[in-house]
């Protein structure tokens, strides 16, 4: 481990859990930067000691990236500046992608070192299909926002990745079923720590579940795209257009009954113009 690594930016993955997730060349580049960017370097402090290095490091978080930034992609010109978050892969509902941007745009070589993210993590352990996929982060916590956010995500015809808390999870599972339907989901909770469980079953009783129970530590749903035995009648369609039309605009609600019944946009908005 000795020797000095090119300059340029390597984004190291770390694990999301169990220490000995991180990769050789994960600790290898950590143990050989110049600098560690880091989002709280009490946290990376913790992984450089499993591993029995020091290394400088400089906090790089949503506060103080645009302050920070400049100096980092100047020093990339000559030094190995590593890029770590607290836990999976950076720039994963992590900072670093403006970091990248800059990077690219000062022609510094940047460079990844793969490794555990929970979102891929929850996907293995789901038994949802996972040809394809698509990852929305958090959901906005206000019931409205949500309600939107789900709705457009409602719209992709696949299989679907949420990250979040335990003290939200019943509420979002309840708003996932009444947004999207009554779909397969997994909850998968803890991954690669002592208590990692994977539930799964319908939204609805994920969310009878963990409504009474609110589980603790980290969490990723997945939710399995609209299924063939739910693919609505026209008559379903119709009915849900005429209702959603008494306080939204065709299109908006089109959209919603789109994602609420699994059926494509383009075909609900033309029936909506027909209707209205
Ligand atoms: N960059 C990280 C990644 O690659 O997965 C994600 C960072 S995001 C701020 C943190 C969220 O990821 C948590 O709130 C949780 O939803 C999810 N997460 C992280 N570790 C997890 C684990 N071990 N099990 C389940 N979910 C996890």
Redesign the pocket.
Known sequence: MNGKLEPGLYIV?TP??NLSDLTPRAAETLARADLIAVEDSRVTAKLLQHIGVKRPMQPYHDHNADKVRPGLIARMASEAIALA??????????PGYKLVRDARAAGVMVTTIPG???????LTLAGLPTDRFAFF??LPARAGARAAAIADAGTFRGTLAF???GPRLAATLAALRDGLGDREAAV??????RF?ETVTGPLSALAARYESNPPK????IVVGPPGEAETASEADMDAALREAMKTLSPSRAAAEVAARLGLPRRQVYERAQQLK
Request: net charge negative; charged share 20%.
């Open positions: 993955a999301i859990g978050s607290d836990a999976g892969t950076p720039l994963i509902s992590d555990p993210s929970a979102v891929i993590a929850a982060g958090f990250y979040e808390s998968a909770r803890e991954i690669s720590k990692e530590g980290e969490i990723v």
